[in-house]
C-alpha cells in the first residue's frame, strides 16, 4: 500500500529552522508531483511548496525566500528546508503526492507539527 511518511518537525526559536522529509513507498516516487501543504488551527490547509518530476519548483508567497522544496527519486523522499521561521508558520506539515491522468492519484501523509514560539 502508499505511505507517506513525514518527520522532522518540532519545536523551533523563531528564525530558526527546520528540514522536514517525507518518505514514500508504494508509488513510482520519481513520476509523482510532489507536495507540501500546511493547516494552522482554525484555518484551512495551504500548499506551501511543490516540485515536479522534472526538478521545477513553486512556493507560496509566505515561504518565498525562505523556503527550499527538493527531492531526491533514489531515495523516494521529498524535503522541505524551511529557514527564518515565523511564529505564523505554526501548523500541522503534510506532505502530498499527485499524478495526473485517466484517473488521478493523489496521497496524504499523517503530518508533522511544526510549532516556532519562544
Known amino acids: 500500500q502508499v505511505q507517506l511518511v513525514e518527520s522532522g518537525g518540532g519545536l523551533v526559536q523563531p528564525g530558526g529552522s527546520l528540514r522536514l522529509s517525507c518518505a514514500a513507498s508504494?508509488?513510482?516516487?520519481?513520476?509523482?508531483?510532489m507536495n507540501w501543504y500546511r493547516q494552522a488551527p482554525g484555518k484551512q490547509r495551504e500548499l506551501v511548496a511543490s516540485?515536479?518530476?522534472?526538478?521545477?519548483?513553486n512556493y507560496a508567497d509566505s515561504v518565498k525566500g525562505r523556503s527550499t522544496i527538493s527531492r531526491d527519486n533514489a531515495k523516494n523522499t521529498v524535503y522541505l528546508q524551511m529557514n527564518s521561521l515565523k511564529p505564523e508558520d505554526t501548523a500541522v506539515y503534510y506532505c502530498?503526492?499527485?499524478?495526473?491522468?485517466?484517473?488521478?492519484?493523489?496521497?496524504w501523509g499523517q503530518g508533522t507539527q511544526v510549532t516556532v514560539s519562544s
Open positions: 508504494g508509488i513510482r516516487f520519481s513520476f509523482f508531483l
Open positions: 516540485i515536479t518530476s522534472g526538478g521545477n519548483t
Open positions: 502530498n503526492a499527485r499524478k495526473a491522468g485517466f484517473v488521478t492519484e493523489s496521497y
